[in-house]
């Protein structure tokens, strides 16, 4: 399994950008697709997370500015992030993970930078 993530870049405050992440490969069909970030000298944080049935989790912190979405036919999940703070920087990474049976996976991507900065 492969995650492509694109989209980070270098943004005022308050301004958006939209994160994307292809997954390919063998995927299990129920599965949960999910955004990470993390800052220097800080641990990797769930950002949101949305699964095959739609049901989304927003971390408290992006609540009312970041929302995730996926297009279950393309295998690609997006995370819209708009009022941007210069908190919100750091490296985003996108997650693939499911349970079937007696077995499970968790696949990351390559990350991508996001800079809140004037």
């Known amino acids: 399994v492969q995650l492509q993530a694109s989209g980070g870049g270098l943004v005022q405050p308050g301004g958006s950008l939209r994160l994307s992440c292809a997954a390919s490969?063998?995927?299990?069909?129920?599965?949960?697709m999910g955004w990470y970030r993390q800052a220097p000298g800080n641990e990797r944080e769930l950002v949101a997370s949305?699964?095959?049935?739609?049901?989304?989790n927003h971390v408290d912190s992006v609540k009312g500015r970041f929302t995730i979405t996926r297009d279950i036919a393309k295998n690609t999940v997006y995370l819209q992030m708009n009022s941007l703070k210069p908190e919100d920087t750091a490296v985003y990474y996108c997650?693939?993970?499911?349970?079937?049976?007696?077995?499970?996976?968790?696949?990351w991507g390559q990350g991508t930078q996001v800079t809140v900065s004037s």
């Open positions: 949305i699964t095959t049935g739609g049901a989304t």
């Open positions: 490969g063998s995927i299990f069909g129920r599965n949960i």
């Open positions: 997650n693939i993970q499911w349970t079937y049976g007696w077995t499970s996976a968790n696949y």
